[in-house]
């Protein structure tokens, strides 16, 4: 069973406008997420990640937001540029146990 | 250092056959980490090391499969008797943990991609 679910298997913006991926999971244990964008035929980038102890953490274009309640979280990068585009995966992990826990990735394109 | 490096980045062998895959990780983490990703898929954890010992097997790695970090820095992932559905790309990631640290975060490296005809 996926525990963490990305519905969204690609999205398309406007060069300038805002980019919003969502993640959804549904192990309550898991107090550590992380969003790595990848290119193809290369490794996962890590780019942001966020503490459960936390809502919101941001590094420049970067923010993600997450909802404990409804076990939600979000990236959202603004402005987009078209060096942006790529797979965006949500990973997760529980407490002492490092290992991640992967969605299935959203292809984001931004266009010029 | 330029991060995780990975070792061959592209195998294509014959079913049968077996393949080894090699990961440097970043020269001060203790922590190494192996993952598969399929087409269409997230990646998946294998197996874990922290220094030189194999700390956690997942049960996608069966017993054809082995890993080793021999002195604690570079690993390599084996797979005997190589099988079709055993393509994919095979993902290496480090980390730095210490028992003071809330979180760690895994740095990974470029993957090898195998095919196995």
């Known amino acids: 069973d996926q525990q963490v679910k990305q519905n969204s298997p690609s999205l398309s913006v406007q060069e300038g406008r805002i980019s919003i991926l969502n993640c959804d999971y549904t192990?309550?244990?898991?107090?550590?997420f992380l969003w790595y964008k990848k290119y193809p035929a290369e490794g996962p980038t890590f780019l942001i990640s966020?503490?459960?102890?936390?809502d919101k953490n941001e590094d420049g274009r970067f923010t993600v937001f997450l909802n404990k309640s409804a076990k939600h979280l979000s990236l959202h990068i603004v402005p987009s540029q078209p060096g942006d585009s790529a797979v965006y995966f949500c990973?997760?992990?529980?407490?002492?146990?490092?290992?991640?826990?992967f969605g299935k990735g959203t292809l984001l394109t931004v266009n010029p | 250092d330029t991060g995780v490096s990975q070792d061959p980045r592209h195998k294509i062998t014959k079913r049968g056959q077996n393949v080894t895959f090699r990961c440097d990780p970043i020269?001060?983490?203790?922590?190494l980490y192996w993952y598969r990703q399929t087409l269409g898929q997230g990646p998946e954890f294998l197996t874990y090391?922290?220094?030189?010992?194999?700390?956690?097997k997942s049960r996608l790695l069966s017993d054809r499969f082995s890993a080793e970090r021999p002195k604690g820095s570079f690993s390599t992932l084996e797979i005997q008797r190589t099988e079709q559905g055993d393509s994919a790309m095979y993902l290496c990631a480090s980390s730095l943990w210490s028992s003071g640290r809330a979180v760690e975060t895994q740095y990974f490296g470029p993957g090898t991609r195998l095919l196995v005809l």
């Open positions: 966020i503490s459960s102890i936390k």
């Open positions: 990973a997760a992990s529980e407490g002492s146990n490092y290992k991640l826990t």
């Open positions: 090391f922290q220094n030189e010992a194999q700390l956690e």
């Open positions: 020269s001060e983490h203790n922590r």
């Open positions: 192990n309550s244990m898991f107090d550590y």
